[in-house]
C-alpha cells in the first residue's frame, strides 16, 4: 500500500512539473521575437495598412484609366474636328453654331440641316421647295419665313436661308455664306 501511495505522489508530481512546465512555455509566447496576433493589431494596424494598399492601386488604376479615355476623347475631337462642316465645302457630322449679319445669306450643299435660334430670315430658293419644314412636316418656298426651332432641310444643293436681322442658326452639312 505504501508503494501504491508512492507512484499516485510521484505521477501527481509529474502532472504538476508537466503543467507548470506547459505554462512557462505559454507565458513566452507573445513576445517580440514571436508576438500574438490581437484583435487591436488587426484593427488599428493590420487593416489599416491594408485599405491603405488598396487605395493606392485604386487610385493608380483610376488615373490609367482617366489617361486612357483623355487620349480616346482627344482623338475623337480630332476627328470631328478634321470632318467638320466650316464653310469649306466639308461635310459636319455635328452642328455648328453660324451667326449671320442683316443681309447676309447662307447658301446650303444637299442634305445641310438648319435650325433657326433666334432673329428673322426668309427661304432663299430658285424652284419649289425651297426647304423642307421636317418639324412641321411642311415645304417653304422661295421668300416664306423661317420659323423660330424648326428644323430645315435643303434636299438640293443652292437653297438656303437670308438673315432679315441679324440671326443665329445652327447648320450640320456643306454650306457657304456669302
Known amino acids: 500500500m505504501k508503494e501504491r501511495k508512492w507512484t499516485i505522489r510521484l505521477a501527481a508530481a509529474g502532472l504538476v512539473a508537466c503543467t507548470m512546465a506547459g505554462v512557462a512555455l505559454a507565458a513566452q509566447q507573445g513576445g517580440e521575437g514571436d508576438p500574438l496576433v490581437t484583435l487591436s493589431y488587426l484593427t488599428d494596424t493590420f487593416a489599416p495598412s491594408i ?88 415645304t417653304l418656298a422661295n421668300g416664306g419665313a423661317l420659323t423660330a426651332n424648326h428644323l430645315y432641310l435643303a434636299t438640293i444643293a443652292g437653297r438656303g436661308v437670308k438673315a432679315s436681322t441679324a440671326v443665329t442658326v445652327m447648320v450640320r452639312g456643306d454650306y457657304t455664306i456669302s
Not at 479615355?69 to 469649306?88: I, N, P, R
Not at 449679319?101 to 424652284?127: M, N
Request: aromatic residues 2%.
Open 51 to 138: 485599405l491603405e494598399q488598396v487605395d493606392d492601386k485604386v487610385e493608380e488604376r483610376e488615373a490609367a484609366l482617366k489617361k486612357s479615355l483623355q487620349a480616346v476623347a482627344d482623338g475623337y475631337a480630332e476627328d470631328v474636328k478634321a470632318a467638320g462642316g466650316t464653310g469649306s465645302g466639308e461635310s459636319s457630322p455635328v452642328y455648328e453654331v453660324v451667326t449671320l449679319s442683316q443681309g447676309q445669306k447662307l447658301t446650303a450643299g444637299t442634305s445641310c440641316e438648319i435650325l433657326l435660334r433666334s432673329g428673322t430670315a426668309t427661304c432663299v430658293s430658285d424652284s419649289a421647295p425651297g426647304l423642307v419644314d421636317m418639324t412641321g412636316g411642311g
